[in-house]
C-alpha cells in the first residue's frame, strides 16, 4: 500500500508519503511551497535513498538518526529552497510568463506604432489636400498673368 497526503499546520504543510515497503519521506515547507512538487521531490528522495547500497537495512534500523547524514538529503535540501530550479513545470509556467510579458510590450508597442501611422496619414493627407489647393490658387493667379 502507497499512502501520501498533506499534513496542514499554521504557516506551513507537510507533504508525506508512506511507500508500500514502510518507506516514509516528508517535506516542511511554507503554505506557498507547491505540494506537486513536494510529492515529486520525496518520491524521489525515497527512490534514490531504497536504491542507495550505504542506506541498506533501513528497515531494521530503530535509531532515528541512523541516515541522517545522508549525502543526497543535504543536497536536496538546499536544492528545495527554490522549487523552480528542479521543477519543469514551474520553470516552464515562468518561462511562458516571461514571454507572455515581452508579447504584451510587443503588441503595445505595435498598436503605439499604428498610432503614430494612422497621425502621419492624416497628417500626409492635410499636406495633400493643401498642396491641392496651393496648385489651384496658383494656377488661378497665374493665369491672368500671361508671360509672352
Known amino acids: 500500500m502507497h499512502c501520501r497526503g498533506p499534513l496542514t499546520l499554521k504557516r506551513a504543510h507537510a507533504p508525506t508519503t508512506v511507500r508500500a515497503d514502510g518507506l516514509a519521506g ?12 513536494a510529492f515529486a521531490k ?4 525515497l527512490d534514490q535513498f531504497s536504491a542507495d547500497p550505504q ?3 533501513w528497515e531494521t534500523e530503530s535509531r532515528p538518526d541512523a541516515f541522517a547524514g545522508w549525502p543526497l538529503l543535504a543536497e536536496s535540501i538546499v536544492e528545495c529552497q527554490d522549487p523552480a530550479k528542479f521543477d519543469k513545470i514551474i520553470k516552464i509556467q515562468k518561462d511562458l510568463d516571461a514571454t507572455q510579458q515581452v508579447l ?7 498598436l503605439e506604432r499604428g498610432e503614430k ?3 502621419l496619414v492624416s497628417r500626409s493627407d492635410e499636406l495633400s489636400a493643401t498642396s491641392k489647393q496651393f496648385y489651384k490658387q496658383a494656377r488661378k493667379t497665374n493665369s491672368c498673368c500671361v508671360i509672352s
Open 104 to 110: 504584451h510590450q510587443t503588441i503595445d508597442n505595435i
Open 42 to 45: 520525496i518520491a524521489e528522495l
Open 26 to 37: 516528508t517535506l516542511t515547507a511554507d503554505k506557498e511551497y507547491p505540494a506537486r512538487v
Open 117 to 119: 501611422l494612422d497621425d
Open 55 to 57: 542506506m541498506r537495512g
